[in-house]
């Protein structure tokens, strides 16, 4: 069955950066609509940004001018590139995406199993 990949998680200092991947386990799967989310130790679940077909973002306010979702179709990928990170942004990161199987069916819904990105001097 398939489901989200997740990588690129780890320990960075302040202000450090890290950048995080998600795509489908399965090749003949594309992804269509992909969002990231996060949860911190003891909150709730946080949408952080999120990026449409077509290539719109958008941006949670406290991550807005420091991190960057983006795409590559060619390697089916979405990225979440992380700058001048800060102790809050302390979480596990989840991908979530809507995907297009190879007969144009859709599946929406899908998560990764997170990576977790802290951030500790």
């Known amino acids: 069955q398939v489901h989200l990949v997740e990588s690129g998680g780890g320990l960075v200092q302040p202000g450090g950066s890290l950048r995080l991947s998600c795509a489908p386990s399965?090749?003949?799967?594309?992804?269509?609509?992909a969002s990231w989310y996060r949860q911190a130790p003891g909150k709730g679940r946080e949408l952080v940004a999120t990026?449409?077909?077509?290539?719109?973002?958008e941006y949670t306010e406290s991550v807005k001018g420091r991190f960057t979702i983006s795409r590559d179709n060619a390697k089916n990928t979405v990225y979440l590139q992380m700058n001048n990170l800060k102790p809050e942004d302390t979480a596990v990161y989840s991908c979530?995406?809507?995907?297009?199987?190879?007969?144009?069916?859709?599946?929406?819904?899908?998560w990764g199993a997170g990576t977790q990105v802290t951030v500790s001097s």
């Open positions: 399965e090749i003949i799967f594309s992804i269509d609509a």
């Open positions: 990026i449409v077909s077509h290539g719109s973002t």
């Open positions: 979530n995406a809507d995907l297009s199987g190879p007969h144009g069916d859709k599946y929406y819904e899908y």
